[in-house]
């Protein structure tokens, strides 16, 4: 029995370059010993045997682990949820918990896919503040049913369900998707499988700006139609029912907003059957 532990003793961590070397000295020794002896060691040798095996296919799998490049693509979403719950959800836990029984936003929010200008940063919304919608160009459809009425759809929600009290369609500075509007050809014919489709939306405010400043250059052209079609949105919101009576009823305010990150300012006016004059936030 000395000699089963002089094998676990001598054996024990060591690797797949050492394991043979360790066996064929057992091997050697017992042949010089009684059969019996012989028998009860071999099955301690294939025993060790397994176990350095399996030591050794472990440094393997962890040598290959820590060769493996993490995707940094991933380890910016893990860094930033991380991030989050640590700043964010660990430190306002009350507020996370009321969330957990549903949500009672008090604005909705039309604004611009692009990627500068999300309204929680530029307008400091917090969770469960904002009912927020995004897409090219902040557009808003008039009310119609078709098959696939995915704003109109958020509308209803928002005013119907949530009961917003107000709606902000908030343009932008540099929109691509008003470039668009404004390069499209005269013609009718389209690039784009969507986005000149979409567009469309705005139309009427490429009109207006071709009728009243057509002689600015095309930059200035752009930046009045950014603010134009917000005006074409909020009229028609007022295409939808549901809207147009909680205006008329003062439970709803529809406002216009354009954020221009090129200068840094931010206005906003209000909207019901007219315009009012836009103000300027400092």
């Known amino acids: 029995m000395n000699l089963g532990?002089?094998?676990?003793?001598?054996?024990?961590?060591?690797?797949?370059?050492?394991y043979n070397e360790a066996v064929d000295r057992l091997n050697k020794l017992l042949s010089t010993q009684s059969p019996n002896l012989?028998?009860?060691?071999a099955k301690k040798i294939q025993e060790i045997t397994d176990e350095l095996q399996q030591q050794v296919a472990v440094e393997d799998v962890t040598q290959k682990l820590d060769?493996?490049?993490?995707?940094?693509?991933?380890?910016?979403?893990?860094?930033?949820?991380?991030?989050?719950?640590?700043?964010?959800?660990?430190?306002?836990?009350?507020?996370?918990?009321?969330?957990?029984?549903?949500q009672s936003p008090k604005?909705?929010?039309?604004?611009?896919?692009?990627?500068?200008?999300?309204?929680?940063?530029?307008?400091k919304f917090n969770l469960g503040e904002a009912f927020v919608v995004r897409n090219i160009a902040n557009m808003v459809a008039p009310y119609e049913?078709?098959?696939?009425?995915?704003?109109?759809?958020?509308?209803?929600?928002?005013?119907?369900?949530?009961k917003v009290e107000h709606i902000i369609v908030m343009g932008h500075s540099c929109c691509g998707g008003i470039k668009a509007l404004m390069s499209m050809p005269d013609d009718g014919t389209t690039q784009t499988a969507f986005i000149e489709n979409w567009m469309k939306i705005g139309k009427e405010a490429r009109s207006k700006v071709n009728k009243l400043h057509?002689?600015?250059?095309?930059?200035?052209q752009c930046s009045a139609c950014e603010k134009e079609a917000v005006n074409v949105s909020l009229t028609n919101l007022l295409t939808f029912p549901f809207v147009r009576d909680a205006v008329l009823k003062g439970t709803l305010a529809l406002h216009g907003g354009y954020y221009n990150f090129v200068d840094g300012t931010f206005k906003i006016w209000s909207f019901t059957y007219s315009i009012t004059e836009e103000e300027l936030l400092e």
Do not use: I
Request: proline share 4%; charged share 20%; net charge negative.
């Open 67 to 102: 060769e493996v490049v993490v995707d940094p693509v991933v380890q910016k979403l893990k860094n930033g949820f991380s991030h989050f719950k640590k700043e964010v959800y660990l430190k306002d836990t009350d507020l996370f918990s009321k969330l957990s029984k549903g």
């Open 38 to 41: 012989y028998s009860v060691a």
């Open 145 to 162: 049913k078709n098959e696939y009425p995915g704003t109109s759809a958020a509308v209803e929600y928002a005013v119907l369900h949530l």
């Open 5 to 18: 532990f002089w094998v676990a003793d001598h054996t024990m961590g060591s690797t797949s370059n050492s």
């Open 214 to 220: 057509g002689n600015l250059p095309f930059d200035q």
């Open 107 to 123: 604005f909705m929010v039309f604004a611009c896919s692009d990627s500068r200008v999300c309204p929680s940063h530029v307008l």
